[in-house]
């Protein structure tokens, strides 16, 4: 939840006097089974600071917020050289916090030297967490792939997917990338579903351990020449791509393009292939199985 009183696209998002920690944590723990989590972003970007706006404002809310709601706080954060991106992931943030967007373009990730910044792996001592959150703007290879390169890989991936999103389309878009950049498959995939669960608190996600809910994303592996873009309209190539074949949530099958779960049709029963007669007669389907 947006630690600003009515989100990111209400107009309030720099009204300081509409983050309230005390109303925010209130709502919270009204709807635990909901809410995750607190949310500050884009806040007093490139203006002077004000007697209303100073450096942190909002981050110093969301936190309130975070620790009086007992959730952990993601933040979309853009440094000023008196509001650090040090500072935020080495005091400001709790072991647990989130930063998302890490390979944006704003954030220092790779010195000059080329060398990973010494602070990313002291912040994730310290119990931070680094999300992708890909994105439309979000994104650039020049600080993903040294990072990777050099084993920094964030702990979760997300695809912060929004109908202003050009550059990325899909979760496996996302995950292929990485690929791409030689992070193992298995790797991926934990860093997909279970540490995304265990960052948010919901352990019973991300899993197919006995009696947890049935949620299923079948991937296949393709090899050969692919190229993938990233928020800056630079490419990088690679050699596999993951596309997802078959989505199953709860139980239920909701995407199977190219019919994995389907009997052939020339095997199908015998309600298959009876014509229908009035309109409440039982549809002429292969099986019983839910789909919708």
Known sequence: ?????????????????????????????????????VKTAHYWTEQPWDGEHTPWAAV??????????????????????????AELILKKMRPGDIHTHVFAQQFPIILPDGKV???MAEARARGVI???????????F???????????IPDSMSTDLHTGNFTVLSMTQVMSKFLAMGVPLDD????STVNPAREIRRPELGTLSLGKEADIAVLEQLNGSFGYIDCGV????????????MTVRAGRILYDPSGLSMVKWEKAR?????????????????DDYPRE
Request: net charge positive; hydrophobic share 35%; glycine share 10%.
């Open 188 to 191: 991926i995939i934990r860093r």
């Open 234 to 245: 630079a490419r990088m190539d690679g050699e596999v791509k993951l596309v997802a074949r």
């Open 142 to 152: 020049r600080n993903a792939v040294p990072a990777v390169k050099q084993g920094f």
């Open 60 to 85: 110093d809310r969301a936190e309130e917020c975070g620790q009086a709601a007992n959730v952990p706080v993601m933040f979309d954060f853009w440094p000023r050289p008196d509001r650090t991106y």
């Open 1 to 37: 939840m947006n630690i600003v009183a009515n989100g990111m696209q209400g107009g309030l998002e720099q009204s300081v006097d509409q983050m309230d920690p005390k109303r925010c944590a209130e709502t919270i723990k009204k709807y635990p089974d909901i809410i995750v989590g």
């Open 117 to 119: 910044n010494p602070i």
């Open 270 to 286: 015998p309600q298959y292939f009876t014509t229908p007669g009035l309109g409440n007669s039982q549809p002429a389907r292969a």
């Open 130 to 140: 680094f999300d992708v959150g890909h994105g439309a703007g979000s994104f650039w």
